[in-house]
């Protein structure tokens, strides 16, 4: 479970109460040391490094990370983050005019941006298709959103955990029913490694990018693309470099590398320590008992989004299941409210880190729930709100 114990494993600053572990995630001591320690021996000897080596010690983190997210090594790719990551997807599609990628108007603002302009090139056009709160289960969201499904739809574009609303949406179920469709499924899963089980090959999508970042804390920079070995071919790289062009490239023993990885791996010269430890990650939420700790961070979640309707008088966006949200949680606020105000009010007031906005014309406050946070960051938000609401 959380305890003050764990937060004091992690670098935040102790002033702060940090409600805010979505946007960025936070890095445990230990492995931030692990990460510092791959940069110094890239510094020690570059060559060594980047020459002889990196392509073994790439393969050995990704043999692990995948091994976590139940996939084999050789379908997963480390990229910086996950916007980088679809990008490349979406870039490799060619789209026609007329050709459609669905969505729904839960997805992340920079992924909007990045399909308008793909779309814009190719003439094709980006549906947003409405998901109208609140949702009630899994079966009418995946009903309402299949709704969209036209004979023009090229590609499916969607979160497995929503960044605006925080919602866990039935990713399976869309999977299932595109493949028997016939349509590209691609994935948007930044929020879900560490917050939920994650078996990548069971979910049965296309192409899945996420963050290691994020809840599996991991350092900053740590995130990969899962692509199924079908849709491989076709993936060109974003950045074209020495891995490209060399279809009879022999790798060495021990790199565990195919053309999808050579293709997307080698991207110039940069710093993959945040990738290097990310299997120090994994193993620090194995050795501190994680499961645990995401079930007392739901509970948390479950009370502080009971607490605040309570204040506000306003209903849930979703029911409380484990379905719907896990340790990340977004609540309804007041039409009344000035987001910025409020969430500028909450940092320079109570110290407290939780982005405030506007979306689809409701407020909402997006609250995380992390093994550093307690019952008394908890509390210290319900008490901010009655005071500033």
Same mark, same amino acid.
Request: some cysteine; charged content about 25%; aromatic content about 10%.
């Given at each position: 479970?959380?305890?003050p114990?764990?937060?004091?494993?992690?670098?935040?600053?102790?002033?702060?109460?940090?409600?805010?572990?979505?946007?960025?995630? +936070?890095?445990?001591?230990?492995v931030?040391? &692990?990460?510092?320690?791959?940069?110094?021996?890239?510094?020690?000897?570059?060559? =060594?490094f980047?020459?002889?080596?990196?392509?073994?010690?790439?393969?050995?983190?990704?043999?692990?990370?995948? !091994?976590?997210?139940?996939v084999?090594?050789?379908d997963?790719? @480390?990229?910086?983050?996950?916007?980088?990551?679809?990008?490349?997807?979406?870039?490799?599609?060619?789209?026609?005019?007329?050709?459609?990628?669905?969505?729904?108007?839960? =997805?992340?603002?920079?992924?909007?941006?990045?399909?308008?302009?793909i @779309?814009?090139?190719?003439?094709?056009?980006? %549906?947003?298709?409405?998901?109208p709160?609140?949702?009630?289960t899994?079966a !009418?969201?995946?009903?309402?959103?299949?709704?969209?499904?036209?004979?023009?739809?090229?590609?499916?574009?969607?979160?497995?955990?929503?960044?605006? #609303?925080?919602?866990?949406?039935?990713?399976?179920?869309?999977?299932?029913?595109?493949?028997?469709?016939?349509?590209?499924?691609i %994935?948007?899963?930044?929020?879900?490694?560490?917050?939920?089980?994650?078996?990548?090959?069971?979910?049965? @999508?296309?192409?899945?990018?996420?963050?290691?970042?994020?809840?599996?804390?991991?350092?900053?920079?740590?995130?990969?693309?899962?692509?199924?070995r079908?849709?491989?071919?076709?993936?060109?790289?974003?950045?074209?470099?020495?891995?490209w062009? /060399? =279809? #009879?490239?022999?790798?060495?023993?021990?790199?565990?590398?195919?053309?999808?990885?050579?293709?997307?791996?080698?991207?110039?010269?940069?710093?993959?320590?945040?990738?290097?430890a990310?299997?120090?990650?994994? =193993?620090?939420?194995?050795?501190?008992?994680?499961?645990?700790?995401?079930?007392?961070?739901?509970?948390?979640?479950? &009370?502080?989004?009971?607490?605040? /309707?309570?204040? #506000?008088?306003l209903e849930?966006?979703?029911?409380?299941?484990?379905?719907?949200?896990?340790?990340?949680v977004?609540?309804?606020?007041?039409?009344?409210?000035?987001?910025?105000?409020?969430?500028?009010?909450?940092?320079?007031?109570?110290?407290?880190?939780?982005?405030?906005?506007?979306? /689809?014309?409701?407020?909402?406050?997006?609250?995380?729930?992390?093994?550093?946070?307690?019952?008394?960051? +908890?509390?210290?938000?319900? /008490?901010?709100?009655?005071?500033?609401?």
């Amino acid at each position: 479970m959380t305890t003050p114990f764990l937060k004091s494993l992690f670098l935040l600053d102790s002033n702060i109460i940090y409600l805010n572990h979505g946007s960025f995630g +936070a890095c445990p001591k230990p492995v931030f040391d &692990e990460y510092q320690r791959w940069q110094r021996e890239l510094e020690r000897q570059p060559v =060594e490094f980047l020459d002889r080596r990196i392509a073994e010690r790439l393969a050995e983190a990704r043999s692990k990370l995948a !091994a976590h997210v139940g996939v084999e090594a050789e379908d997963l790719v @480390c990229f910086p983050n996950p916007t980088t990551a679809l990008n490349m997807v979406a870039r490799s599609l060619d789209l026609n005019p007329g050709d459609e990628i669905l969505a729904t108007d839960h =997805e992340y603002g920079a992924m909007d941006r990045t399909w308008a302009l793909i @779309c814009k090139k190719g003439g094709a056009r980006y %549906i947003r298709r409405p998901i109208p709160l609140p949702v009630t289960t899994h079966a !009418a969201v995946a009903d309402r959103f299949w709704g969209g499904v036209t004979p023009r739809t090229r590609a499916i574009f969607i979160s497995h955990i929503t960044s605006p #609303t925080a919602l866990t949406f039935p990713i399976a179920e869309i999977c299932r029913r595109a493949r028997a469709a016939g349509i590209l499924t691609i %994935i948007d899963g930044a929020h879900a490694p560490g917050q939920i089980p994650l078996n990548l090959r069971e979910l049965g @999508c296309d192409v899945y990018a996420a963050a290691a970042h994020k809840w599996l804390c991991a350092p900053k920079g740590s995130a990969f693309l899962y692509a199924r070995r079908e849709v491989q071919s076709w993936l060109e790289p974003l950045v074209v470099s020495w891995g490209w062009g /060399n =279809e #009879t490239f022999a790798p060495a023993p021990g790199t565990g590398e195919t053309q999808f990885i050579r293709f997307h791996q080698w991207q110039g010269t940069r710093d993959v320590a945040a990738f290097l430890a990310t299997p120090a990650a994994i =193993e620090f939420q194995r050795e501190h008992h994680w499961d645990s700790v995401r079930r007392e961070c739901r509970r948390l979640a479950s &009370e502080t989004r009971r607490r605040i /309707n309570a204040l #506000t008088g306003l209903e849930p966006i979703c029911p409380d299941s484990e379905e719907w949200f896990t340790q990340l949680v977004a609540v309804r606020l007041p039409d009344s409210v000035n987001a910025a105000s409020l969430k500028a009010r909450l940092y320079d007031e109570f110290r407290i880190e939780a982005p405030v906005f506007k979306w /689809n014309e409701l407020n909402l406050i997006r609250v995380s729930f992390q093994g550093y946070n307690t019952g008394e960051d +908890a509390d210290a938000l319900a /008490n901010a709100l009655r005071v500033c609401l």
